[in-house]
């Protein structure tokens, strides 16, 4: 008997976790299809992708494009729609089984609370929905019976490394360290929006680049890990290890630690969300001990690097803490991005938000996007106030 | 429910594993109990863990310690028996649940064999046993549905690395690369017992300690993964690792690398052997990263550690060529531990036997036992003819 494709929905399908999300579908024409991209801006990339992929359908966030993607599509059996909400609901599709959930920020809470609803399992790739509504998103997972499974690349690996049977003792999660692991505060200063986006070891979207500079990437990955994995704060250890090739590690109640290692790719993570529990050969992802011979491991700089102890902080307040911190967070790289606040701006303007906003103990799904609101309107005038 | 303890037989306890296993199982008195402990000739020892531990039965290999077993003993409710047969019978009495071959050699062969007929869940420390008759003691395992849990470092974490669903693409079996690891060919020459005796993260025993500085141990190694893990030869990589913190390695068919890392320590593997699937606390087990900070690999100089070459060519050849490496091996170790030929003689007292020695491509276990005495006599005279 042949076996089902699995029908998959790529939320953010122009960007750089969705591209190589269709490469791996590409190279599994016989077990995997494409069902509905999704893009925001990027409508000629979503046009390409469509005609490649003849999904059921395509979804454009802003609908200004929407007459450029009809134009282009019309002709084709495929629903064409535009607007957040069409993306949202989307996912809803009967026949969808997965849905990759790789736009960036705030913006994937909506869509993937939705497929949750739906019953969809969720590859996760939008670490923002868990650190913005962790809570919230794996209560509705086990009230669904839906499972996440992590595509970042650190809780990848650490989901590798996890028994059924063995409790975690403690999660390591690695860090490159970012560009600017040796600079000095002096340094870091003066630091240009074209520094901050050469990474040494990743090649990724602007924002997340900026947020691994700032390390509040890593600080993200420890909310999220703290949610995927149920553990307390104190239990996620962050390690410096500049080569990226231990992906992350688990130790377990006996001391014994188990790490996923690798080359640095995020195609291995997406690929394995897809076929999991079984794995699926991969070209090209070979690591040569002999060529990368040297690992090592150092402790982070929680002074030059601040914005991974305001995660720590923000687990320990709970509440809408983390919510708080990614909404300055996303005003904060924008605005960096535009070259109009300098780096060190960019921690400053979450520890202003962490102090200003009000804050909620036990948030409901309003009351996050309420903080949200709240926040970016918040640090817009804040950072106008400084430049005034 | 009370849970039952799980009996367990341990066969060489006065050895340094036997040892270390008797603490995993004091420290758990209402999950373990002590039902067999035998020993080859430390009579004294096995007495006293005798004493502590009250197992249910005591064997001494070598006879001529049985009357002082005898005295020591006979006044406890406890069998008390000597010879190697009767090592050989003890793993059969019926509430055994666990035996732990930990005894040195060749030796291991029959009662493992014996342990497997009587449906024993094997905790496999004697890796000669698998080195020598690998197909035979597989096959058998098979047949009875007996799990063979691998104690030895490399090969528990491996096992640890696992997954049900995905297939193994290479194994990389790490090696300390002993304390000549740096060593020149003349300088290996005149390498001396008190040298050997000394490796550099492991305090083991005197036989296998040499193996070790020969590389002898990672070839038995080699041979030991393939058969647990169901592997080809060429799919076995040795990856020197002089920090031992890496205790092995498997690579998926998508190119994720799992590892089990921790400190050099036994007692971890020996109590998963006894847990498993589960794992239990182990004090002093904690692995700090930014106190091994830097792991290193490199490739394994096979010029210079000709034994494990030749492990790989008795892989490739099959039939009795390991049990013909490992009888050559295990005079030429006791007789360089006897100060009576150089370092560099142990392999070549190996190269000698595999091309005298009489090859049997489909051997039986009575075949074992013939090339296993065969080979001890042509290497004894082998050297004693060098020597004269």
């Given at each position: 008997m042949e076996e089902q494709k699995k029908q998959i929905a790529i939320?953010?399908?122009?960007g750089s976790i969705g591209t190589q999300a269709l490469e791996v579908i590409a190279a599994y024409p016989d077990k995997y299809e494409v069902y509905a991209i999704t893009a925001n801006e990027n409508v000629e990339l979503l046009i390409k992708q469509a005609l490649q992929f003849m999904p059921e359908a395509v979804v454009i966030a802003n609908a200004k494009h929407y007459d450029r993607l009809k134009e282009a599509l019309?002709?084709?059996?495929m629903k064409i729609y535009a607007g957040s909400d069409a993306l949202c609901e989307i996912?809803?599709?009967?026949?969808?089984?997965?849905?990759?959930?790789?736009?960036?920020?705030?913006?994937?809470l909506a869509p993937v609370m939705n497929a949750i609803k739906h019953k969809k399992t969720i590859a996760l790739a939008n670490k923002e929905t868990l650190v913005v509504a962790g809570e919230l998103i794996t209560a509705l997972a086990l009230e669904y019976q839906v499972p996440i499974l992590p595509v970042d690349s650190e809780h990848s690996a650490i989901f590798q490394c996890l028994e059924p049977h063995s409790d975690i003792q403690k999660i390591l999660l690695t860090a490159s360290g970012g560009p600017f692991r040796h600079h000095s505060m002096e340094e870091l200063s003066t630091v240009t929006k074209a520094q901050a986006l050469k990474h040494p070891n990743w090649t990724m979207g602007a924002k997340i680049t900026i947020d691994s500079a700032t390390m509040m990437n890593k600080g993200f990955e420890v909310i999220e890990a703290k949610w995927l994995f149920?553990?307390?704060?104190?239990?996620i250890e962050v390690l410096v290890h500049p080569q990226s090739i231990v992906h992350s590690m688990v130790e377990f109640v006996d001391g014994a630690v188990k790490a996923q290692l690798g080359i640095p790719s995020m195609k291995l993570p997406i690929q394995l969300a897809f076929s999991y529990p079984e794995r699926l050969p991969l070209a090209g992802h070979h690591l040569d001990f002999l060529k990368h011979s040297t690992l090592t491991f150092e402790a982070p700089d929680l002074h030059r690097f601040p914005c991974l102890s305001f995660a720590y902080d923000a687990l320990k307040q709970g509440g809408n803490a983390a919510c708080i911190i990614n909404a300055a967070n996303e005003i904060a790289v924008a605005t960096f991005l535009q070259d109009k606040?300098?780096?060190?701006?960019i921690p400053r303007c979450l520890e202003y938000a962490l102090s200003k906003a009000s804050f909620i103990a036990r948030p409901t799904y309003e009351d996050y996007v309420q903080t949200d609101a709240e926040v970016r309107r918040l640090i817009t005038q804040y950072i106008h106030s400084k430049q005034a």
């Open positions: 939320l953010g399908s122009t019309g002709h084709l059996p996912v809803e599709a009967q026949p969808i089984d997965i849905v990759l959930a790789a736009m960036v920020g705030y913006a994937g149920n553990v307390k704060p104190e239990q606040i300098g780096f060190l701006d």
